[in-house]
């Protein structure tokens, strides 16, 4: 009865609507009906037709390059959207639509058709240009599945997080699979392209037609976020306030030169905003117009509604089993056993964003990070838990139980990186990578040494850094070290705290010398050139050094001591840290 009506509404309005203003109302009202007939049907069909998949994501994102001659879309159905990794050969289920990352060139794309085919796959995607000649024709003939074409620019991440929410998958998703039914609909009613964003400016739906747009519309559909520099530009003209306080559409003139004028109103649910309906138009809507945008807005809300009630309840009750899991004690195997990552190996992920302005803007960002992370893992490890802890944000990710620990770990980094390198023209985060769990006991100290990683980035400027314990290790263990020392309240001595002491009273550079000579692994010149002194000077200033300090530069053990004090002198708060920090950053280049 829903599809039935989504079609009937759409012929309707191509034809009678336009030439017969009085049309509207009665369209108006079988929007509405209808609007609530597909969620119930969506909500039970857990699966999207390739045809709707087309239709919905088509001319932005998905073209078709070459599909079976006998195919009828409309009867074939994606269940599941996976992505190909040809180091992790392995079954897919039935009617999955598999996304080719790694894949290029027409011979490689032919053997996974057939690979694919035999699993019986619905389609194969890959990025566009994709020659079609005879050898992939006979392929897709043979197999039955259709290759279609992701646009160059377009994120393979956003692809995916569209067709799951199409399709509905583990039925958490039906209601988001609706909005584009919604944003259809309404395209139709309004004979424009159409779009909703959240509250943060992210892609939830559009409509087809999105050719008729301009580039800043399709910029933001293959990003499935609003580009920067136009949200950038309605902030500055206060459109946005605009928004957030009128109860009426409002009309707002091109953001660019190429730009087209839009009508927009937010969705509210009571005073809070859920987000914004925009539809891009050539002129201001009339008045009746604007009156059936505000009424279709209402209507909108509650598809948001029922979409954040039933992810916020799906993921709120994962969050939960992955911090029992993370933490240990008698429930945590059940919980590992609800999450579904018993037979697996896992890695522990440690994610951090840098800090905010102040602690509301720090919240608003370690959320963010939560959100990121969930939607990626959501799509490149379906089976991955994420849960925040106090500032940090965890995620377990699974990997199958015969895959060696050093791949499962590398496997990790990559997918960190990638995660890091979307994220970071928004956000700036640190993940580390933990250890790798054969069984749900043993995740706890996997979280230990995630832990342990991401200490060590947080106390680096920046963000946008990835690291393993392997790659830290060194810095690791002298804070440990510096926590025992500093934790018991003792006082290093020795012939550098002489020397610091000797520094501090008569205004001496022999801390940096030392430091320096023990840089350049005993190498005079580089470590004169540090400190920018004569090779000569610098093994008059070692001799004096020794004589003061009592140190023996050829006793290995004492050499070791002395590095050890000045590591250790960067992690305490005595006065001659920031004096030590001078001169480091200036010799090492911080």
């Not at 640190?430 to 980035?457: K, T, Y």
């Amino acid at each position: 009865m829903g599809r039935a009506c989504t079609t009937n509404l759409k012929l309707d309005l191509g034809g009678s609507a336009r030439l017969f203003p009085e049309c509207e109302k009665l369209v108006l009202v079988g929007l509405f009906t209808c609007f609530y007939a597909v969620l119930v049907t969506e909500a039970t069909r857990n699966a999207a037709s390739l045809d709707r998949i087309i239709n919905a994501l088509g001319g932005s994102l998905l073209s078709v390059a070459a599909a079976p001659q006998a195919r009828q879309s409309d009867s074939q159905v994606v269940r599941a959207v996976t992505i190909h990794d040809p180091h992790d050969p392995g079954g897919w289920p039935a009617d999955t639509m598999l996304l080719a990352v790694a894949i290029s060139g027409t011979a490689a794309v032919a053997r996974l058709l057939r690979e694919a085919g035999a699993h019986q796959a619905t389609a194969v995607v890959v990025k566009a240009p994709l020659e079609v000649d005879e050898q992939l024709r006979e392929a897709v003939t043979s197999s039955g599945v259709a290759v279609l074409e992701l646009a160059r620019d377009a994120s393979w991440i956003h692809l995916a997080d569209a067709v799951r929410a199409l399709v509905s998958d583990e039925g958490s998703g039906a209601v988001s699979g609706d909005l584009f039914s919604v944003a259809n609909a309404v395209s139709a009613l309004f004979d424009a392209p159409v779009a909703l964003e959240d509250r943060s400016f992210r892609v939830l739906a559009w409509s087809a037609r999105q050719d008729e747009a301009d580039t800043a519309r399709v910029e933001a559909i293959l990003g499935r976020q609003a580009p920067s520099w136009i949200v950038e530009a309605l902030q500055a003209r206060g459109v946005f306030q605009q928004l957030d306080t009128s109860e009426e559409p409002i009309f707002i003139e091109p953001a660019s030169a190429d730009a087209l004028p839009r009508m927009a109103m937010a969705v509210r649910a009571g005073a809070k905003v859920l987000g914004y309906l925009w539809v891009v138009v050539k002129r201001p809507f009339s008045a009746e117009q604007r009156r059936h945008l505000s009424d279709v807005t209402k209507v909108v809300a509650v598809h948001l509604l029922r979409q954040r009630a039933h992810q916020d309840a799906h993921l709120t009750l994962r969050a939960e089993e992955a911090s029992s899991v993370l933490s240990g004690g008698s429930g945590s195997a059940d919980a590992a056993a609800r999450l579904g990552i018993t037979d697996h190996k896992v890695c522990v992920l440690a994610a951090q964003a840098t800090a905010g302005r102040d602690e509301q803007d720090s919240e608003l960002r370690r959320r963010a990070v939560f959100d990121a992370l969930t939607l990626h893992l959501g799509v490149v490890r379906p089976q991955a838990a994420t849960s925040q802890v106090g500032e940090v944000v965890y995620a377990l990710a699974p990997w199958r139980a015969a895959m060696p620990v050093t791949q499962a770990r590398t496997e990790s980094v990559r997918m960190a990186k990638d995660f890091v390198r979307r994220l970071q023209s928004r956000l700036d985060t640190n993940v580390a990578v933990g250890g790798v769990a054969d069984s749900a006991d043993q995740i706890p100290a996997a979280r230990e040494e995630a832990d342990r990683v991401l200490r060590v980035l947080r106390g680096r400027p920046g963000g946008g850094q990835i690291a393993t314990l392997a790659d830290v290790q060194l810095q690791s263990l002298l804070l440990e070290l510096a926590d025992v020392v500093h934790g018991q309240g003792r006082q290093l001595t020795g012939p550098v705290a002489e020397l610091q002491r000797h520094d501090h009273e008569q205004h001496t550079d022999f801390v940096p010398t030392l430091q320096a000579y023990l840089d350049a692994c005993g190498d005079v010149s580089k470590a004169a050139a540090r400190v920018h002194v004569h090779p000569n000077t610098f093994r008059h200033r070692l001799r004096r050094l020794q004589t003061i300090s009592g140190l023996d530069l050829r006793d290995p053990d004492a050499l070791l001591q002395a590095h050890l004090h000045l590591r250790l002198a960067e992690l305490t708060p005595e006065p001659h840290r920031t004096y030590l920090r001078h001169y480091w950053g200036r010799s090492r280049g911080w």
